[in-house]
């Protein structure tokens, strides 16, 4: 049994310099949907082909190639992140909320590659 229920979504998240430029390249070039700028957030998030996939575009300075992180939503984060670190699992600092939006959490696999839990906010 898993420790934590996800639900049937799932956001790739990726580093970019210019989400705007880099949102109209995936929709020209792979025919992805805009959903959203959230430009207090630094972020952009995409419609894929891919049923319950969005792909998620955060703004840095230096974005690094192949730092792309599966985001699982879940219904209640805390919880969930409680269950987590009941099991040993680790996690990259507090959780971050950005209010009527999102909170998130960043943790690990035994490989120390980074994994983040997402719950949605905005009562969609």
Do not use: C
């Not at 319950?52 to 190639?65: A, R």
């Not at 219904?75 to 269950?83: G, Q």
Request: charged content about 25%; hydrophobic content about 40%.
């Amino acid at each position: 049994m898993p420790v934590v229920n996800l639900d049937h979504t799932l956001t790739l998240a990726m580093s970019v310099r210019d989400r705007h430029r880099s949102a109209d390249w995936y929709v020209d070039k792979l025919g992805f949907t805009l959903l959203h700028h959230i430009d207090e957030a630094g972020w952009s998030e995409l419609a894929t082909k891919t049923e319950g996939v969005t792909l998620g575009l955060g703004e840095q300075t230096e974005p690094q190639p192949g730092n792309t992180v599966p985001v699982f939503g879940v219904a209640d984060i805390e919880a969930d992140r409680k269950k987590l670190e009941a099991a040993g699992v680790k996690f990259d600092g507090p959780t971050d909320t950005v209010e009527g939006m999102v909170s998130t959490a960043t943790f690990y696999d035994p490989d120390g590659n980074a994994l983040m839990l997402a719950q949605d906010l905005s009562g969609k």
